[in-house]
């Protein structure tokens, strides 16, 4: 059974989600960052669900921003924000930093179901390419600038994925890349990719 | 011989000349007097129109005509507002215009007299009601920008409960329509008896914001709330180390307590996380029908801290600055009063309160443990 953490410091929500989730799937929930770090840490979470009004700060979205960062970082779980926190600066941050989804709240439960369904199914999908060898790589752009800089973005994150899968192996990753290890280097040189910050990120 | 012959015949001259300076001079001395009186007249008249220029600019023109000025012209905008009126197309006139980024004023005048030493008296008159008109205008943005961000501050910090209110009640539809069975029956009930305590200190929360000010007092019953137990309950709530001392409770509704107390050891709480390690402690005395409640911590002194109760002054980024002013608001309508202050252990609350009448079918006051997180 998949095990949703459930982060809202609004208790009386909580339980409310809770009640409507508890027959599905099994439901670890948290009031604050502290809780949710540690029910991360202690539980195989697979699934999050975040309000970003999180104490000490309920007004603003940096508590929930933080954690939302965290746990990517992290855990590489999907992530839904539902949060009533309507600023664009806040959507935008989210889903730069790879939200699955951005509910605000009032949302129908329905469309929350929805969200929850699609994110499992977004990562089974996702699970099964990456064991026939595909990953999905995803970056922004600006559309405005060309081909060029996307081009880069495309290749830094192509290369940096495999050098993380590789534990900066360069050998294995040139290899896996179809290029030459000279290219290779050329190109951890040209981006700036060290093995002490592939490791501490991974 | 000769000087003295020459100051015999310029005897009368001397006598003359200083009598026509003395003349100028007592004139001069009225004309400058009566300007000042213009000028009082007009900064008086800009009070009393609470400096409003849409009603001070049409009483202007009445106090200028005694200091050389026969009608003053002007456009003025300033945020959503245009003064216009125009002046006169023959006449020679004085105009002066600045643009600023949220106003602009253009101010003329029409002299009686545009050359000589007139030109004095009604320059001074006119540098005078540009400065009124000038300052009315920033008083007036400066009040407007800071209740249109007060504003947003309240809605935000509303929004926030109204929305988490609202997203419970879609919730709270969706599992009645699903309900199937005894064991979930029992679930969802235990879910509202979870739910049903914080709700109401959420709705408790909206309506005490919303409330601010507002003389109405509240109806409902009281009930006897142990006041050393209460910030015992919030000090464990909040994870903060300290105790709670002494006896002493307070007949009234309970929640206006929460939100006093909840409020000052929030603030200490919200300290902490700045300042880790420091202890908070509370000592509650019965005197004579006055309950004393001392808090304090045992942290920095607090900069400006007079400023403490001011509605929505805070120090802190994502903070309204309502909540101790609501706390201090709810203890004086309770007859009671409420200070801080920076002492040598560290920021002291002082919260004093009438015990209030307690009558035999007082509630005691359950713990706040619907509260926690």
Redesign the interface.
């Known amino acids: 059974m998949e095990t949703i953490l459930l982060t809202e410091d609004d208790v009386a929500l909580r339980a409310q989600i809770r009640f409507a989730l508890e027959e599905r799937f099994q439901i670890a929930e948290a009031g604050n960052v502290a809780k949710s770090l540690n029910l991360l840490n202690s539980q195989n979470i697979t699934l999050a669900i975040l309000d970003l009004g999180l104490p000490p700060h309920e007004n603003t979205p940096e508590e929930g921003l933080r954690l939302l960062h965290y746990i990517l970082e992290n855990f590489g779980i999907k992530v839904i924000i539902l949060t009533g926190q309507k600023t664009e600066s806040a959507a935008l941050e989210s889903i730069k930093s790879g939200a699955f989804d951005y509910l605000v709240k009032p949302v129908s439960m329905e469309q929350l179901m929805f969200s929850i369904d699609r994110a499992i199914l977004f990562r089974d999908t996702e699970e099964k390419l990456s064991k026939q060898g595909m990953a999905k790589i995803s970056f922004g752009i600006e559309v405005g600038k060309g081909l060029q800089p996307a081009r880069e973005e495309a290749e830094k994150n192509i290369i940096l994925k495999v050098l993380k899968d590789t534990n900066f192996n360069v050998y294995k990753s040139a290899k896996l890349l179809g290029v030459k290890r000279e290219s290779l280097y050329y190109f951890i040189k040209k981006f700036g990719f060290k093995r002490e910050d592939i490791d501490a990120d991974s | 011989m000769l000087t003295l012959k020459l100051l015999q015949s310029m005897y009368l001259f001397v006598i003359v000349a200083g009598a026509v300076a003395l003349v100028i001079l007592f004139y001069l001395r009225y004309l400058t007097n009566r300007a000042f009186k213009v000028q009082l007249r007009m900064v008086d008249a800009n009070k009393e129109c609470n400096y409003d220029i849409a009603l001070f600019l049409p009483r202007v023109n009445d106090l200028v005509r005694v200091a050389e000025i026969e009608e003053i012209f002007y456009e003025i905008s300033y945020g959503e507002s245009t003064l216009s009126k125009p002046g006169p197309e023959k006449k020679r006139t004085i105009m002066r215009k600045i643009t600023r980024p949220d106003y602009s004023i253009g101010l003329g005048i029409v002299p009686i007299s545009p050359r000589g030493y007139q030109k004095y008296i009604y320059m001074i008159i006119f540098e005078t009601l540009f400065l009124l008109i000038e300052m009315d205008i920033l008083m007036k943005i400066k009040v407007a920008n800071e209740a249109l961000y007060n504003f947003s501050k309240l809605q935000?910090?509303l929004?926030?409960d109204v929305?988490?209110v609202?997203?419970?009640?879609?919730?709270?539809i969706?599992?009645i329509g699903?309900i199937s069975g005894p064991e979930?029956e029992h679930?969802?009930i235990e879910?509202?008896k979870?739910?049903?305590p914080?709700?109401s200190v959420?709705t408790d929360k909206i309506l005490s914001t919303l409330e601010i000010g507002s003389e109405k007092d509240e109806e409902g019953d009281g009930q006897e709330v142990d006041i050393a137990r209460l910030t015992k309950d919030l000090f464990a709530l909040y994870d903060i180390k300290g105790e709670a001392t002494g006896r002493g409770t307070i007949f009234t509704q309970k929640h206006k307590m929460v939100t006093v107390f909840d409020n000052i050891i929030k603030n200490i709480?919200?300290k902490s996380?700045r300042e880790p390690g420091i202890e908070c402690f509370a000592f509650v005395r019965d005197e004579t029908g006055i309950i004393t409640v001392i808090i304090y911590d045992t942290g920095s002194p607090i900069k400006n801290i007079e400023r403490m109760f001011e509605p929505f002054y805070t120090t802190?980024?994502?903070g309204?600055g309502i909540g101790l002013f609501q706390a201090r608001h709810i203890v004086k309508k309770l007859g009671g009063n409420m200070t801080v202050a920076n002492t040598d252990r560290g920021v002291e609350f002082t919260v004093s309160l009438p015990r209030g009448i307690i009558s035999d079918n007082a509630e005691p006051a359950s713990q706040i443990g619907?509260?926690?997180?």
């Not at chain 2, 619907?370 to 997180?373: F, G, L, N, R, V």
């Open positions: 935000a910090f929004l926030h929305k988490n609202t997203q419970f009640i879609k919730g709270l969706y599992n699903r979930r679930r969802f879910s509202l979870e739910s049903a914080a709700l959420r709480r919200e996380a802190k980024e994502s309204l619907a509260y926690a997180h």
